[in-house]
């Protein structure tokens, strides 16, 4: 237990420390969204990051499905029913990242790279990504389930988790339902960040530091080969 809490803490720390480069810094430098226009010649000048981000999309998509197992094996036991939900709902979010993801490879895959090609893949990898985060959304409740069901988490925890399973589903609905991407999304979004954020980071820290430990304080019972008889 504590081998599978280090490893899906850490994978979900080296995740949102790839996610903060390829998602957070290469992705918004490579696609303005107030000068779209300016795509290609973007691409142009930064072929090299354009790589690396894809090689980080890649990376975190690798480190999301070794999550889902992870988490599934770890709380198992304290819910057969809900982790496999919460396993479900992860390996479908990525899978629809995977199909996302494609989309920002096929841009540097043509051979004739135009302004129109690049900004069609990225509006197909922001929908998909949008239906993909719903489906996260959803893991999140689950596992925010579990993290209560678990009874050593603090709360705290997995309120946050809650909160931010519910913050990705009402964000990435209003993004995909409302064509341009409407003011109350964005507004939203932004308000909900923290959260958003919160909620699986602090779930990665609790599970590096106490995730899987034994009961210090719980008195050991020792049994005699009297008792035995």
């Known amino acids: 237990m504590r081998t599978l809490a280090k490893t899906s803490g850490w994978s979900l720390i080296l995740m949102a420390i790839v996610a903060g480069f390829s998602l957070g810094f290469a992705f918004p ?5 107030n000068s779209l226009d300016l795509s290609e010649q973007n691409l142009a000048q930064n072929y090299p990051l354009y ?3 894809l090689f980080g999309i890649a990376l975190i998509i690798l480190l999301d499905v070794l999550v889902s197992c992870t988490l599934y094996a770890f709380f198992k036991e304290d819910s057969k029913t809900l982790s496999v939900l919460s396993l479900l709902f992860r390996l479908i979010y990525s899978l629809l990242f995977t199909i996302a993801a494609y989309q920002l490879y096929k841009t540097i895959s043509h051979e004739n790279v135009s302004n129109d090609l690049i900004n069609s893949n990225y509006q197909s990898f922001q929908t998909i990504w949008s239906i993909g985060l719903i489906i996260f959304g959803f893991h999140l409740i689950t ?3 579990l993290m209560n069901l678990h009874k050593q988490i603090p709360k705290l925890l997995w309120y946050l988790t809650l909160i931010a399973g519910l913050s990705y589903i009402v964000v990435h609905v209003l993004k995909i339902t409302t064509q341009p991407v409407s003011e109350l999304s964005k507004v939203l979004e932004n308000v909900l960040a923290l959260p958003m954020a919160l909620g699986e980071l602090g779930l990665a820290i609790w599970l590096v530091v106490k995730g899987g430990k034994t009961n210090e304080n719980k008195p050991e019972i020792f049994v005699s080969n009297k008792d035995l008889v």
């Open 29 to 33: 430098k490579l696609y303005d969204v």
């Open 143 to 145: 596992i925010g389930l």
């Open 51 to 53: 790589v690396l981000m």
